[in-house]
């Protein structure tokens, strides 16, 4: 018996294209082209921003103006915390420990500090000239308060009390 030798063949025969598949393969590199072409604007565009934020970051850096600002929040800052350093608790507790003295005759209508100076300026109100002097000689015995004086004093004729508005400035000592 005698056989025939098989016949291998591994190459093959190539199919006839199929309609399909070339439609499918055409939309795939259709589907490619569009997605690198997206790519490349995407990436034009990535330049130009960083083109854009380059300058801006160098133009910030040397404007004038904004140094101009930086300053100018730094006096604000630096005159905050001045204010912060009053001693406002030991003055106005004092200031209220003077009025009780008077036998509640004076009323503090306004408190105003210099900080530089370690100054205040206390403008009051009391019944007569008397009672703000007595209000200011109890002042003048103050550890908080150095040298209050009295600036100026006026006698209100139109209110029917006739009241006396005075002023007066004191230094504050650093506790």
């Known amino acids: 018996m005698s056989t025939s030798p098989p016949a291998l063949d591994f190459a093959g025969g190539r199919p006839a294209i199929n309609p399909a598949g070339a439609l499918l393969l055409l939309a795939g590199v259709l589907a490619g082209a569009a997605v ?54 030991r003055l106005l507790s004092e200031l209220e420990l003077a009025s009780k003295d008077s036998a509640q005759q004076v009323a503090v209508l306004s408190v105003e500090p210099d900080s530089a100076k370690h100054r205040v300026h206390i403008t009051a109100e009391s019944r007569d000239l008397p009672a703000a002097l007595t209000y200011v000689r109890r002042l003048q015995t103050s550890n908080v308060l150095r040298y209050p004086m009295l600036d100026s004093h006026e006698v209100r004729p139109d209110v029917p009390e006739r009241p006396v508005l005075f002023a007066l400035t004191a230094d504050w000592t650093v506790p």
Do not use: C, I, M, N
């Open 36 to 89: 690198f072409a997206e790519y490349r604007v995407l990436a034009a565009h990535r330049s130009g921003l960083e083109l854009k934020l380059d300058a801006a970051a160098h133009r910030v850096a040397r404007s004038p103006a904004s140094e101009a600002r930086s300053a100018g929040l730094l006096a604000d800052a630096d005159r905050v915390a001045a204010q912060l350093g009053t001693p406002w608790t």
